[in-house]
Structures are given as structure tokens and as C-alpha cells.
């Protein structure tokens, strides 16, 4: 099915917005708004489209499209994308590349979708800066699927990670492991509302690859504050970064003490 243009109405002042609709190349994969508006959306949806789809821009001779290009131009290029996807849907359906027709994620796709979330979500803002001093302890992508995989956890796990930034630990566990339920509480309101966003795009990729994961939350507040202990308690993994809370290292402590013996803590 082909994909129009899509615009919503504003006020005589202001520009309409413009929303670009990609459809799935991956079997069980959702299509995808991208708000071309937003100059990072716009970033994403090319970063997505030159990276993951290059197989198919080769079979049909289609060059990348480019973040500089037109509004007008970049929804062109996405239609006939979209027809063309249809086009290998309809005449190729046992075609395949990659991890396309697995429903689960692999680590090579889990740093694909985390690299086009974090662009989406402008995650780079947080570095540097006034900002940047604040941001403690984060792994690398490749360090997270290294740690989901020596951590050994199951779909019937909880994972909490205190302290967890804009969320990509969690989104990585709940992707590789399938677990219950993986969480995250950031006591920084700026960085919180940045994982908010993450979480939003890191979901619709997901979908858009066709990949299965885990219940994802992420929450706002201070571990340490009662209210907040049963997200710890009720865990079955825990990570904390020392380093960001060495401070804070005693009140842990106190809490870990009413953990169940199983649980793990990282």
C-alpha cells in the first residue's frame, strides 16, 4: 500500500506539521511516523532508512536520501520507498536479510534501533556542558548486551536500574531477555524527560523491526525516598552504578537489606 503525505492543520502563523509514514521491510514490522519538523526525527528516519534498509535501496537502484534535503523531497523519496517495500512484500515474501524474519532481537539490531532512538530523542543534548558532568556511569551499547548476556536473565525476571540516565540499560534488557518487567528511576527531572522521549521511539522501533520486549517503565524520583523502596525490593536484578552514588551508598545499602536472597545486584 503506498504511503501519502501527511499534514496537520495549524494556524495561518505557524507551519504545518509534516509527518513522513515508512513502512516495515522486516516481517511482523509496524510502520512509522517521523516528524519531519523535527530536524531529529528527520535525522533518524535517514539514519534508519541509509542503514537498515540499504539491501533494499540496492535490489531497486535507489540512492540514500540525505537530512538536507527538502521536506517536500524527503516524503517523495519515503512514497517511493514504501512502494517498493509493498513491491518486494508482494513478489518476494520469503526474501530476507539480517535478523528480518526473527521476532526477537539480536544484538546487532538492538544497537541499530538504540542508535536511531537515541538520534530521534536528541540524546547527544545530554553530553557536554552543564549537562554532561551529571550524566555517570554509562555503559556502551556493547557493554549492555555484554551485561544482559553475563547477568543470565529470564522472562520471568524483574530488572531495575537505579539511577538510569535516559533508559537505554533497561531497553536493552527488556529486548535481548524478554524479562517481566524492566524499570528504571532517574532522580534528574532533564535527563528523565529525555528517557521519557527515548523510551517513546526506542518502543516504535521495536515495532517497526518487528521485535518482541519486555514491559518497559521508566520513573521519575529519588530511590532513597520510601515510596520508591518496593521498585528495588520487588526486583530480581539490580543495577547501580557506584561511581554515581557512592554518596548515596549507605542508604543502599539499607535497602538491598530487604531484598530476597536471590536477588541479584550488579
Excluded at 533518524?44 to 538536507?68: C, E, K, S
Excluded at 534535503?69 to 514504501?82: A, G, K, Q, R, S
Excluded at 557536554?128 to 556493547?142: D, Q
Aim: aromatic content about 8%; some cysteine.
Amino acid at each position: 500500500m503506498a504511503s501519502h503525505p501527511t499534514t496537520i492543520a495549524a494556524p495561518i502563523d505557524q507551519v504545518p506539521l509534516v509527518v513522513a509514514r515508512l513502512h516495515s521491510v522486516y516481517v511482523e514490522g509496524e510502520y512509522m511516523d517521523f516528524l519531519l519538523n523535527d530536524a531529529h526525527q528527520t535525522s533518524g528516519l535517514v539514519l534508519l532508512i541509509t542503514n537498515q534498509m540499504a539491501p533494499v535501496l540496492h535490489i531497486f537502484g535507489l540512492d540514500a536520501p540525505t537530512i538536507n534535503m527538502p521536506l517536500e523531497d524527503l516524503l517523495n523519496y519515503v512514497n517511493e520507498l514504501n512502494a517498493m517495500v509493498s513491491t518486494l512484500h508482494r513478489n518476494w515474501p520469503n526474501y530476507s536479510f539480517g535478523d528480518l524474519s526473527l521476532d526477537h532481537c539480536t544484538t546487532k539490531t538492538l544497537l541499530a534501533i538504540l542508535e536511531v532512538s537515541k538520534t530521534c530523542a536528541d540524546i547527544s543534548s545530554l553530553r557536554g556542558g552543564a549537562t554532561g558532568a551529571k550524566v555517570f556511569g554509562n555503559l556502551s551499547e556493547r557493554q549492555m548486551a555484554a551485561t544482559c548476556k553475563d547477568l543470565n536473565i529470564g522472562e520471568k525476571d524483574r530488572f531495575i536500574d537505579i539511577g538510569c540516565g535516559y533508559g537505554q540499560l533497561m531497553c536493552a534488557v527488556a529486548a535481548l531477555t524478554q524479562a517481566e518487567l524492566s524499570t528504571g528511576i532517574e532522580y534528574q527531572n532533564h535527563i528523565y524527560n529525555a528517557g521519557v522521549l527515548h523510551l517513546e521511539f526506542f518502543q516504535r522501533l521495536m515495532k517497526f523491526f518487528g521485535k518482541r520486549h519486555g514491559k518497559i517503565t521508566i520513573k521519575y524520583g529519588d530511590v532513597t525516598e520510601e515510596d520508591n523502596h518496593s521498585m528495588v525490593t520487588n526486583s530480581t536484578f539490580i543495577f547501580a552504578n557506584n561511581i554515581a552514588f557512592r554518596d548515596l551508598n549507605e542508604h543502599l545499602k539499607s535497602i538491598f537489606q530487604k531484598c530476597q536472597e536471590s536477588t541479584h545486584m550488579e
